[in-house]
């Protein structure tokens, strides 16, 4: 039993079933997911594997179980369950998105993006031009690799009516400071759409306290099955014009063409089963409600993270042929663990392969972050080299990484 000042990682381990002799440093493009998962898929599977919402027993579960997943993710993120909508991926909920609310926008209104985000959160708002709409980009520092709120709040206008950036980058790692720029943007009279892909597997989400309008997170990278969840206030999707058959007009269903996966959505509970478990562990006896479970046991995970991120970060700084891409440090209050860099002018794609035959994973690309990539200069080089980590590694996979790289670089 855990004295709640630390992570057990024995008992995180132990729920993990996916975790091997091979250390895993691909988590930011989808994490392992637990037992109580994958209990959650086989038994709606071998149990309820019909259409769900009839009178007979089975169906009847089925609908149950759906709908008991709907409302823990909408609790774990402070929402209420008809302001979220559970389908494939993030990508598809703001392409449905963003042709929802294109009755929204008149020729000559504004639309921010950044070049920083992964396309998920860029592609679908960039065709708004096709209906008039001007796309201002919001660069990244080309030194820094950072979004600023200086240059965000040049770009701010009357005209101005949404501005789409993300919680954290895919690609460096580093927090942006939502509430503060929502706040500004909100004062401008506009509208923001986050995108926390790259958050949610670190740190507790708080979608009233953040107050934004729009925000998405897949939940494969948050310890759950393939599927995307997005949040939108009320207020707006219930004016949002609806995308699924003409006679379907209730949110959240009506942005949901075609529903949601059954038996994915069902398992969902599963996650909440992994954090309860894991309060259960380290705060014996807790009374907390869910969000407050949820909140208790990512501190345990930040804490956790920044260690082996100090640890790998000291490594990455100490080499002068790394480039960091990104703030080099390692503060659990301005980064997650999630890194990337590029050696010299190599070919990025190199290095993961150099190191397969010491059973570590890890990737190169452009990770969907195209953008983000050409404006570094590093497409050439085919892009990045990736390490990103999660609660459930272990300093003594860290070290192997850094031994890994330290004999190839």
């Known amino acids: 039993m855990s004295d709640a000042t630390t992570l057990d990682l024995e008992f995180v381990r132990s729920q993990f079933p996916g975790l091997n002799e091979w250390a895993l440093f691909e988590n930011a493009g989808g994490t392992l997911v637990p037992r109580s998962v994958i209990d959650r898929v086989n038994a709606y599977m071998t149990d309820t594997q019909v259409q769900p919402g009839a009178e007979f027993a089975s169906s009847a579960l089925a609908e149950e179980r759906i709908s008991e ?5 909408a609790q774990m993120i402070n929402a209420s369950v008809d302001e979220i909508i559970i389908s494939a991926s993030t990508t598809m909920n703001i392409y449905v998105l963003s042709h929802a609310l294109r009755p929204w926008f008149k020729p000559g209104d504004e639309v921010i993006v950044t070049n920083l985000d ?6 679908a708002w960039r065709r708004l031009e096709e209906v008039g709409v001007v796309v201002k980009e919001w ?3 080309s030194e820094t690799a950072e979004l600023e709120v200086g240059a965000l709040e040049n770009l701010l206008s009357e005209r101005t009516r949404l501005v789409c950036f993300t919680h954290c980058s895919n690609i460096t790692g580093s927090i942006h400071d939502v509430k503060n720029i929502t706040n500004i943007v909100h004062q401008a009279g506009a509208l923001v759409c986050v995108d926390a892909v790259a958050y949610a597997p670190h740190r507790h989400l708080d979608v009233q306290d953040l107050d934004v309008d729009f925000y ?8 759950g099955p393939h599927l995307g969840m997005l949040y939108g206030k009320r207020e707006h999707l219930s004016r949002a014009r609806p ?3 003409f006679f379907i007009e209730d949110i959240p269903l009506a942005l ?3 529903g949601p996966n059954h038996e994915l959505t069902a398992a969902l509970s599963g996650i909440v089963d992994y954090f309860d478990a894991s309060h259960a562990h380290h705060f014996p006896g807790s009374n907390a409600e869910l969000h407050q479970r949820f909140d208790q046991v990512f501190s345990l995970i930040a804490e956790h993270e920044q260690t082996l991120a100090t640890r790998f970060m000291n490594f990455l700084n100490s080499k002068p042929g790394i480039r960091i891409i990104g703030r080099p440090t390692a503060d659990k209050s301005l980064r997650v663990p999630t890194f990337s860099f590029v050696v010299g002018n190599r070919n990025s794609e190199e290095i993961p392969a150099s190191l397969v035959r010491r059973k570590i994973g890890i990737r190169a ?4 972050a195209r953008r983000c990539i050409d ?7 085919n892009g990045v080299i990736r390490a990103s980590m999660v609660h459930y590694n272990t300093m003594d996979e860290v070290d192997r990484l850094i031994d890994g790289l330290d004999e190839i670089i």
């Not at 997943?69 to 993710?73: E, P, V, Y």
């Open 365 to 368: 690309g452009d990770f969907y």
């Open 243 to 245: 995308q699924n058959h």
């Open 69 to 73: 997943s709907q409302q823990a993710m």
């Open 118 to 123: 992964h396309e998920a959160n860029n592609g």
């Open 216 to 223: 998405a997170c897949s939940l494969y990278k948050l310890y």
């Open 256 to 258: 949901n063409p075609g």
């Open 375 to 381: 404006e570094l200069g590093l497409q050439a080089q």
């Open 139 to 141: 660069q990244m520092s």
